[in-house]
């Protein structure tokens, strides 16, 4: 009964964002076409912080690697996007695993440390390497480079059908993790640690899984950005992206299956509407920061959850 | 093969710094007995059972069970043995309902030996939760957050969480602490119960629950153990009486 | 210039930058040993620090005297912003830790919004308060690094004091050593953690307001000294003020050397990489001892 309403809420949204194409002004098709591949980075980042309990100050490093695994690979070697994207999610799987063999030694204050200043170090040495990567300024990819089976990755229409396969990818995947024996150890983990272990559970494998599919959503999310809008850039890297994907996770609800894109959709129009009243993002980022861990520290579906749809994933 | 004991620990110390809290103690369990260790508070009970679940590293002496060196392995391993422990402090999941704190026990025991990706059996594994529910009468409260039940029953909780686990050794750290009589009472029956299938050994300050419960008795003082025998000779020990019972 | 006094220079840079740094860190120091919170918005507090700086010296006219007004006043006004922060913001949550990194980063933001709006989009200077030059036979040297190192080691110094000799400062350590105790032994815990946050502000625009003759203020440019009071607190030990002293200027000094020889970018690398290697496998620092926790 449960069951089937919490299917009926996640497959009819994705009816709703698949629905959505044909009724969006051109403006907000990007727009839609966009957050939907930051929405698996932020799905990415939630298993991580909503469901496993460690929060990382440094998910960009991720973000970046499936982006520049994948970019770098189209835009120098002229690797076909299908196999940059399988790359670009490899490596930044990979790269989770190494950074979680470290770093999970941690946990609390001095993980959230570690994992930005891995972060930072990634995004120090984009810079360092600017004579490949150019830098900030990045790199544009070229539309002939981004090709697939003939279609253009630059047509509006396939773009927003993909930036949604994706997604209904990633949510699938998350659905399926947290109903899996699996996820019912990783919440648990992030309830009492210590108890999981004296229930007879291996817990640093557990949460190096978690990091390793965080890592690889937020690759793939990266690696689907550089090829779908034809740009690679440091500022992906930066500590402002890992702050970004917290931000979604905590305003649609940690530990909630939809929380992620309600989160990226919320934050992405309000920044937009407020820009033409301010200069800049930098307030509305701020301020709801601020209120979040004041008044809302439980964000909108987890709030929700807690009042009434108990039986929200 | 009488000669191997089911566990035995051979001068087995910690020390937190200068504090020596188990000082080379030898002690040893028979399969399916039921032993209370007892003994004033910072003689080193608590710190015993945690070496021999894992808990805490030794800081000299190895663990022997049935008839393998285990000082060295984390907790999980020993879980895998068939090593629980019920801790003191009430530590169930509190957001989680009572049929998901016990199945992250039923699951651990359903899939041990197995690859992670392997699918397990979910008509088993309801089975198994439903089975230790029922064994301590929470069958009904299966939807039920944990947070939400009275003392007692997280208590019961945490107990079918480790019967759930299938024990060989069940070690139980103050398990009456703040229980009423009713519940104390229904909880001894319990052990009993569970003890047809497991080893238990158990920390009790309530000597009640001790002499009705233990086969054996250890008692410890110091770090050491100061006397170990049956309830009555335990009761008519000079020592023990000087140094806890008769105070 | 040849090598040696291409180094002795490095050195000398180093140094100075060594002393702005141990003022901030030893701020950010303060507030985790404490009150075992980190404060992201750190930076900002020595970014308002010399935005007040430069508004004092323009408002003033003469340099000397703007300086010294922006030298008791600006901390002052800082201070002022940390205690609202504490009052509205962080006691409201109970510095839960990881609540205060989220609010923190949040409020870095604020801050730069709100220089941004209120100071401008410019990297502005203030002409020094001395124009004194220290005349070596290699080169010259600016005498109000001098001035900076000094103050900055006058500041440590009284810091030290205030922490270790005074009653205020035993009743910040018997806060940090136990907080509930603390507060059992009637010692008004709250307000001692509103104090220390505060001054931790004040001593971070301390180190602004010195630094704006020698750069220059800017709303961004509080991101820089944020990393290395990270990098260098971590290294010294968390919550360890000799340490993290120690470390200042070991991190100071080699950024400034390694800054002069290499790239800056690639002394950056390697600090930040260390310090999560340090976090891992030494999380009571490199130069904390035992004592620090």
Same mark, same amino acid.
């Given at each position: 009964m449960e069951r089937n309403r919490s299917l009926a809420l996640h497959g009819g949204a994705l009816l709703i964002l698949f629905l959505l194409q044909f009724v969006l002004p051109p403006y907000h098709y990007t727009n839609f076409t966009r957050i939907m591949v930051l929405a698996v980075y932020g799905i990415g980042y939630n298993i991580l912080i909503g469901y496993t309990g460690l929060l990382s100050l440094g998910h960009a490093m991720f973000l970046a690697s499936g982006m520049y695994a994948a970019g770098l690979a189209v835009h120098y070697i002229g690797v076909d996007p299908v196999s940059a994207f399988v790359l670009g999610s490899v490596a930044a799987l990979a790269f989770a695993t190494a950074v979680g063999l470290v770093a999970l030694r941690t946990?609390?204050?001095?993980?959230?440390?570690?994992?930005?200043?891995?972060?930072? $170090?990634?995004? +120090?040495?984009?810079?360092?390497?600017?004579?490949?990567?150019?830098?900030?300024?990045?790199? &544009?990819?070229?539309? &002939? &480079?981004?090709?697939? &089976?003939?279609?253009?990755?630059?047509?509006?229409? +396939?773009?927003?059908? +993909?930036?949604? $396969?994706?997604?209904?990818g990633a949510l699938i995947l998350c659905y399926a993790l947290i109903r899996s024996r699996v996820g019912r150890v990783l919440i648990a983990i992030r309830e009492n640690e210590e108890r999981v272990k004296m229930l007879g559970y291996h817990t640093f494998r557990y949460k190096l899984l978690a990091l390793a599919l965080s890592g690889l959503l937020s690759g793939a999310a990266g690696a689907s950005y550089a090829l779908m809008f034809g740009y690679v850039g440091a500022t992906f890297a930066a500590i402002e992206y890992s702050i970004f994907a917290l931000l979604w996770v905590l305003l649609g609800g940690a530990g909630t299956v939809l929380g992620p894109i309600i989160g990226a959709l919320l934050m992405f129009y309000l920044v937009e509407w407020t820009s033409d009243v301010t200069e800049s993002y930098r307030i509305v980022v701020g301020a709801a920061l601020v209120l979040l861990t004041l008044f809302f520290p439980k964000g909108i579906l987890g709030t929700l959850r807690e009042k009434r749809l108990r039986w929200l994933p | 093969m009488a000669a191997v004991s089911f566990l035995e620990t051979k001068a087995l110390s910690r020390r937190f710094g200068g504090l020596t809290a188990v000082d080379g103690v030898d002690f040893s369990l028979r399969a399916g007995e039921i032993r209370a260790i007892i003994g004033p508070n910072g003689a080193g009970k608590t710190t015993l059972v945690s070496m021999i679940s894992g808990r805490l590293?030794? @800081?000299?002496?190895?663990?022997?069970?049935?008839?393998?060196? =285990?000082?060295?392995?984390?907790?999980?391993?020993?879980?895998?043995?068939? =090593?629980?422990?019920?801790?003191? =402090?009430? @530590?169930?999941?509190?957001? *989680?309902?009572?049929?998901?704190?016990?199945? *992250?026990?039923?699951?651990?025991? *359903?899939?041990?030996?197995?690859?992670?990706?392997?699918? =397990?059996?979910?008509?088993?594994?309801?089975?198994?939760?439903?089975?230790?529910?029922?064994?301590?009468? *929470?069958?009904?409260? @299966?939807?039920?957050?944990?947070a939400n039940l009275p003392y007692g029953h997280q208590r019961l909780l945490e107990l079918a969480m480790s019967l759930a686990l299938k024990p060989k050794l069940l070690v139980l750290d103050e398990p009456t602490q703040g229980l009423s009589e009713a519940e104390i009472t229904h909880f001894c029956e319990l052990v009993r119960e569970i003890a047809d299938d497991a080893t238990i050994l158990l920390i009790e300050h309530n000597m009640d629950v001790v002499m009705e419960l233990a086969e054996r008795i250890t008692v410890m003082s110091n770090g050491a153990i100061l006397a170990e025998g049956t309830p009555a000779e335990i009761t008519a020990d000079a020592a023990v009486q000087q140094a806890y019972l008769g105070a | 210039m040849s090598l040696g006094p291409h180094l002795l220079l490095a050195l000398m840079e180093g140094t100075v930058a060594a002393f702005v740094l141990a003022l901030t860190a030893l701020g950010l120091a303060l507030v985790f040993g404490v009150m075992r919170i980190v404060n992201v918005a750190h930076g900002e507090f020595f970014m308002l620090g010399a935005v007040f700086a430069w508004t004092f010296a323009h408002l003033v006219g003469n340099p000397a005297l703007g300086f010294l007004v922006a030298i008791v006043a600006s901390p002052i006004l800082v201070g002022g912003a940390a205690l609202v922060i504490d009052r509205a913001i962080l006691r409201r949550f109970n510095y839960q830790p990881e609540a205060t990194i989220v609010a923190t980063i949040g409020l870095l933001y604020i801050i730069q919004q709100l220089a941004l709006e209120f100071y401008g989009p410019d990297a502005r200077s203030v002409e020094a308060p001395i124009n004194f030059r220290l005349q070596l036979p290699w080169f010259g040297y600016s005498g109000y690094k001098l001035v900076v190192a000094g103050i900055s080691a006058l500041l440590l110094l009284a810091t030290w004091y205030g922490i270790t000799r005074t009653k205020l400062g035993l009743v910040m350590r018997a806060t940090q050593f136990d907080s509930e105790t603390a507060q059992a032994f009637g010692i008004p815990v709250d307000r001692v953690y509103a104090a220390v946050f505060a001054l931790g502000a004040m001593l971070a625009a301390i180190a602004g307001v010195l630094i704006v003759p020698i750069k220059q203020a800017y709303y961004m440019m509080g991101l820089e000294p944020l990393l290395l009071s990270f990098i260098v607190v971590i290294i010294g030990g968390l919550g360890s003020l000799r340490g993290a002293i120690i470390a200042a200027f070991v991190i100071g000094i080699s950024d400034g050397v390694i800054s002069v020889f290499f790239s800056p970018n690639l002394s950056k690398i390697l600090a930040t990489l260390l310090v999560a290697l340090v976090l891992v496998f030494r999380p009571e620092g490199l130069f904390g001892g035992k004592a620090a926790r």
């Open positions: 946990t609390g204050v001095s993980f959230m440390i570690v994992t930005m200043m891995f972060s930072q $170090a990634c995004y +120090l040495l984009i810079l360092y390497f600017n004579e490949v990567t150019r830098g900030d300024e990045g790199i &544009a990819i070229s539309e &002939a &480079a981004r090709q697939i &089976a003939g279609f253009s990755l630059t047509n509006p229409i +396939l773009r927003y059908n +993909l930036a949604l $396969a994706l997604f209904a | 590293a030794p @800081s000299d002496g190895a663990i022997r069970f049935e008839g393998t060196d =285990i000082t060295r392995l984390p907790p999980w391993a020993r879980v895998a043995r068939g =090593i629980v422990y019920t801790f003191q =402090i009430t @530590s169930v999941f509190r957001n *989680l309902s009572c049929f998901e704190n016990v199945a *992250l026990a039923a699951q651990r025991a *359903l899939t041990l030996g197995k690859a992670p990706w392997h699918a =397990i059996d979910q008509a088993a594994l309801a089975s198994s939760v439903t089975g230790a529910l029922e064994r301590v009468q *929470l069958h009904e409260r @299966s939807d039920t957050p944990a | -």
